[in-house]
């Protein structure tokens, strides 16, 4: 057991007490069942999935209720300075705060507890506690199971708070709304310059891959839509003529004990490329990791197409990737940094998901992927492309990893301050907001 004491410790004005104690309700909700699951529209229900790492409440995705089962719930309601908590699966420990309605009636599902705190406890305040590094680690102690880890009610009554006063309380979660405020806007500023970096990223493998690197090239027209006007020189080919798929599996019989790394669909992204790969044996591997790639392969997923997870192999590392993947091996006549661009551009990927089939996963079959086209500019020029692209988007991503970096320093800057000021070791009763320019020297 850990009980949060802050540094002024010989300050009368602070309390400990179990969790429990400050709370007047803890609740989940329920999510109706059968074809009510998944409506279209009704009261929003919120879940883990809608709930950021940031504490606000995201209204993309949304699943919903229908209006007579929220009439008829006794729990799960959101009021004003309800404090939100994600309490199953891999993201236990999202918080949420409430501080007014939002413009439709919403309750949380099964996943999520509702604190209700008493009236002798900021409810701001407290909910900065629960965001706090120490409560999380300490709350993580009473996460039970493996395959589904869950936090049940018990922990309210294990985990120990120490608090001041309400007037104190109050100073804190003042101090803390404001200085947080003022990283969140850093952090959010620096997001958005990370997304329009990406944009830059698209728009110059798309521009380079179907307009070449010369703006006074003579153009004609392609003949396809989707394409339009091409360099006059360049070829169109479909992509089977100019690349193998799918060309090495391993067989039903491997042996169980031949190891590989694993990559699925959900491993795989268009800008980062692999970013996680499952060291594993064939025996203990899923029935679909079969499909063998090598060095200058590329991998586009044929399933959940909207992932728009593509990427190129770089090294021989022994990867198996799954079935979902069509793995693209190009032949002779097609640089393999090329191709590998030309699947990655913008235009390209459009047209891999206009023709997926399905709703909740669309897909396409590799044999019409590989039907679609190809620009094919003479090799010297693919080779061209393909290192001018390699070089600027070398700098791109050099920035974005600046970027990346300096988001991570403000959310650990923002973390610790919040643990700081929730345990006493900031003083803040005489704190007046400042220079809105202070946080940027951080």
Request: aromatic fraction near 10%; charged fraction near 25%.
């Given at each position: ?64 209720i229908s ?41 949380v ?24 590094e ?22 309210t ?39 329009l970096?990406?944009e ?7 521009k ?14 392609s ?32 042996n ?136 600027e988007?070398y ?12 988001i ?35």
């Amino acid at each position: 057991m850990i009980i949060i004491t802050p540094m002024i410790s010989n300050d009368k004005n602070w309390n400990t007490k179990r969790l429990k104690y400050l709370i007047s309700r803890l609740e989940s909700g329920n999510r109706e069942s059968g074809e009510g699951r998944y409506l279209s529209e009704g009261i929003f229900s919120i879940g883990g999935e809608h709930i950021s790492f940031d504490g606000k409440i995201l209204k993309t995705n949304k699943k919903y209720i229908s209006v007579e089962f929220y009439k008829n719930l006794n729990t799960g309601k959101i009021r004003v300075n309800d404090i939100l908590l994600v309490k199953d699966g891999a993201t236990i420990g999202k918080k949420a705060f409430i501080d007014n309605l939002p413009d439709e009636k919403c309750a949380v599902n099964e996943h999520v507890f509702i604190l209700r705190p008493l009236k002798y406890i900021y409810p701001k305040f407290l909910s900065f506690i629960i965001e706090s590094e120490k409560f999380q680690n300490e709350m993580n102690l009473y996460v039970r199971g493996a395959a589904q880890p869950g936090l049940n009610q018990e922990f309210t009554s294990k985990i120990y708070i120490h608090f001041p006063n309400l007037e104190n309380q109050k100073l804190i979660a003042d101090f803390l709304d404001y200085k947080t405020a003022q990283i969140d806007e850093l952090i959010e500023q620096k997001e958005k310059l990370l997304e329009l970096l990406e944009e830059k990223r698209i728009a110059l493998i798309t521009k380079a891959v179907t307009k070449g690197l010369n703006p006074d090239v003579k153009m004609k027209p392609s003949g396809i839509d989707w394409l339009g006007d091409i360099p006059e020189h360049w070829e169109i080919k479909r992509l089977k003529y100019i690349t193998d798929c799918n060309k090495l599996s391993l067989p039903e019989d491997t042996n169980e004990e031949y190891s590989f790394y694993y990559v699925d669909i959900s491993s795989v992204d268009l800008i980062k490329g692999i970013i996680n790969k499952e060291y594993m044996s064939f025996g203990e591997a899923p029935s679909r990791a079969r499909r063998i790639v090598r060095k200058g392969d590329t991998i586009v997923s044929t399933v959940r197409t909207y992932l728009k997870a593509i990427a190129s192999i770089k090294e021989d590392e022994n990867i198996i990737v799954s079935t979902g993947f069509a793995v693209i091996s190009p032949k002779k006549i097609i640089n393999s940094n090329y191709l590998s661009f030309f699947l990655q551009n913008e235009i390209f990927i459009n047209m891999i998901v206009a023709n997926s089939v399905g709703v909740s996963y669309p897909a396409i079959n590799p044999s019409e992927l590989i039907n679609l086209s190809v620009l094919l500019p003479p090799i010297y020029e693919q080779t061209s492309i393909a290192n001018y692209l390699k070089n600027e988007i070398y700098k791109i991503d050099s920035l974005c990893q600046e970027i990346v970096s300096a988001i991570e320093k403000l959310k650990e800057y923002r973390s610790a301050l919040i643990t700081a000021a929730v345990t006493g070791k900031i003083d803040v009763r005489n704190f007046k907001p400042e220079n809105k320019n202070e946080i940027k020297r951080i």
